[in-house]
Structure formats: structure tokens, C-alpha cells
């Protein structure tokens, strides 16, 4: 299993990015999809989930400026980031339940002890500064 984010970087207050997150190695189709993010002392924030049925889920903070997305025909989830503000800064993850996972009982945590459940992919950093 493979994740690859990419995407991320500086970006000023009101700013937007989009990040991307390269899958491979399992049937991604059949799983659900996460961004997580993990600011300097904190534990890890699942920031949005795409399910394998396209349903989605959005932390709070950012309902109405995040948008998830999946391509299953390239294996691919994204996350548009609109009106960025500084408290987004972050190192953001993209994070696989594969059905080993889902058919384990599992699910991906609203927050918690990074890497705890499921795949991750080793992360890209977005900070929000002027």
C-alpha cells in the first residue's frame, strides 16, 4: 500500500490549495478516504472523509471551505482548500480504511494518535501566513 500527498505549501490568509493524494496498492474503490491533519502539539484531526459509497464528512472548522473528492478511475483523492485562515496551518495526511480494515470492525477516528487505524501516507505541510 502506497499514499503520496502532494499539494501543499504557503499560502496567505484567504489563499487557496488543493491537495492530492496518490493511491495505490489496494482496491481503492472499496475504501474510504481520509484527510487528516496534525498541527505542532496536537494529535491528528480527521479534517474530511470520502467513503467508498461518495458519502463524505467535514470536521466543524472547515464546512463550507473543504471540499473532498475521489476518482476511483485513477485512484485518486483530493481536497480543495478555500479561504484558508492560519489555525489550518498543518501537516495534512491522507489516510486508506481498506476493506481489511472495514471488514475488521473498523473506522477512521475523528481524532486521535496519528497513523492509529488504517494507511497513511507520509504527509504534506500547509502553512497559512502573511
Known amino acids: 500500500v502506497q499514499l503520496v500527498e502532494s499539494g501543499g505549501g504557503l499560502v496567505q490568509p484567504g489563499g487557496s490549495l488543493r491537495l492530492s493524494c496518490t493511491a495505490s496498492?489496494?482496491?481503492?474503490?472499496?475504501?474510504?478516504m481520509g484527510w487528516y491533519r496534525q498541527a505542532p502539539g496536537n494529535e491528528c484531526e480527521l479534517v474530511s472523509r470520502i467513503s467508498s459509497d461518495g458519502s463524505t464528512y467535514y470536521t466543524d472548522s472547515v464546512k463550507g471551505r473543504f471540499t473532498v473528492s475521489r476518482d476511483n478511475a485513477e485512484n485518486m483523492v483530493y481536497q480543495q482548500m478555500n479561504s484558508l485562515k492560519p489555525e489550518d496551518t498543518a501537516k495534512y495526511y491522507c489516510?486508506?480504511?481498506?476493506?481489511?480494515?472495514?471488514?475488521?470492525?473498523?473506522?477512521?477516528?475523528?481524532?486521535?494518535?496519528?497513523?492509529?487505524?488504517?494507511?497513511w501516507g507520509q504527509g504534506t505541510q500547509v502553512t497559512v501566513s502573511s
Open positions: 489516510a486508506a480504511l481498506t476493506t481489511e480494515f472495514k471488514n475488521g470492525g473498523y473506522w477512521l477516528p475523528s481524532w486521535g494518535r496519528c497513523r492509529s487505524v488504517g494507511y
Open positions: 496498492g489496494f482496491t481503492f474503490d472499496e475504501s474510504d
